[in-house]
């Protein structure tokens, strides 16, 4: 394994470990665990902020590219409860991974690209929009699915403000569900 790949991986571990102390990992303490010198985080990366960024779009990454799978343990649901079954999923995965998620999203918000976190979400749950919504035509799809990670990301990032302006605790799962399905069935207009 080559010495940025090793860095990388290092860095996962690291994130893995500390969770929401991640802010504490220092270039030290990545080199020592990857086993390479101190200058190559920055001759690979830049700085230790895009070192983190790129890990984190790893991390979710694979986890997007999970929900393939977790739509197959849902056979038996209707398209609708599918959308919602992986939303709920999605969700729980936010809030568990705070500052992964945080930073995840902010990520792709600043720094927009093709094939983001964001993009791969979107992507993901197009199939199931599509299920719910055979009758629409793919420009109204596509512009509904965009509205739908839209909201799931506000709901994610704002829910200290959904709690004062609305009463509803984003971190209590059930108050969560309960918002998202709303949501789905604003976009779905069901």
Same mark, same amino acid.
């Given at each position: ?41 920055n ?29 197959? $343990? &849902?056979?038996? !649901?209707? @398209? ?5 079954? #992986? ?6 995965? %936010?809030?568990e ?34 299920a ?11 512009? $509904? &699915?965009?509205? !739908?990670? @839209? ?5 994610? #990032? ?6 004062? %302006? ?25």
């Amino acid at each position: 394994m080559d010495h940025k790949e090793l860095i990388i991986k290092a860095t996962i571990e690291l994130i893995t470990e500390k969770g929401e102390q991640m802010n504490t990992i220092t270039v030290r303490e990545i080199c020592k665990k990857a086993n390479v010198g101190l200058g190559l985080v920055n001759y690979h990366f830049g700085n230790k902020d895009k070192l983190i960024e790129l890990c984190v779009e790893r991390i979710v990454n694979g986890i997007v590219e999970n929900f393939s799978a977790i739509r197959e $343990k &849902t056979e038996g !649901l209707t @398209a609708f409860e599918k959308l919602d079954c #992986l939303g709920n999923m999605t969700l729980t995965f %936010l809030f568990e991974h705070y500052a992964i998620s945080k930073i995840s999203i902010l990520s792709d918000m600043h720094t927009p690209k093709e094939d983001d976190n964001t993009h791969r979400t979107y992507l993901a749950y197009l199939p199931l929009m599509s299920a719910c919504r055979p009758d629409w035509d793919r420009e109204t799809l596509e512009r $509904k &699915t965009f509205c !739908l990670i @839209a909201a799931m990301q506000q709901l994610f #990032l704002r829910h200290k403000i959904i709690k004062q %302006l609305y009463g509803m605790d984003m971190l209590v799962p059930e108050e969560r569900k309960s918002f998202h399905r709303a949501i789905l069935h604003d976009i779905l207009e069901v």
